[in-house]
């Protein structure tokens, strides 16, 4: 399987916006969800959201309200759209891919997932 690219980083100040994109080569045909995860300097890489190909959403109770995932089937790239982000925010980012039919907690569990790339920085600081 290919590795999924995830772009669209950088630093913002608290309160600030980003858009992440995730390249999804042979979109829709080989899997079944595509999740974003992060992972913050000494801590465990933990699930942000995730869309299925039926487009149900699963979040991180701690983004609810802050961060839409959504797609486009066209140019075959899944976003995270990031808002009233939090120093605890800061990150790298990552999207994966999974086959299995997943659903609350599971969808949002790591080991779950797989085409890891090297992801995308995100910074929230002032």
């Known amino acids: 399987q290919a590795q999924l690219l995830a772009s669209g980083g950088g630093l913002v100040q608290p309160g600030g916006s980003l858009r992440l994109s995730c390249e999804t080569p042979r979109f829709g045909l080989d899997y079944f969800a595509i999740g974003w995860f992060r992972q913050a300097p000494g801590k465990e890489r933990e699930g942000v959201a995730t869309i299925t190909n039926e487009g149900s959403i699963t979040y991180l109770d701690s983004v609810k309200g802050r961060f839409t995932i959504s797609r486009d089937n066209v140019k075959n790239i899944v976003y995270l759209q990031m808002n009233s982000l939090k120093a605890e925010d800061t990150a790298v980012y990552y999207c994966?891919?999974?086959?299995?039919?997943?659903?609350?907690?599971?969808?949002?569990?790591?080991?779950?997932?797989?085409?890891w790339g090297q992801g995308t920085q995100v910074t929230v600081s002032s």
């Open positions: 994966a891919q999974t086959s299995l039919d997943l659903s609350g907690p599971f969808a949002l569990n790591p080991s779950n997932f797989g085409s």
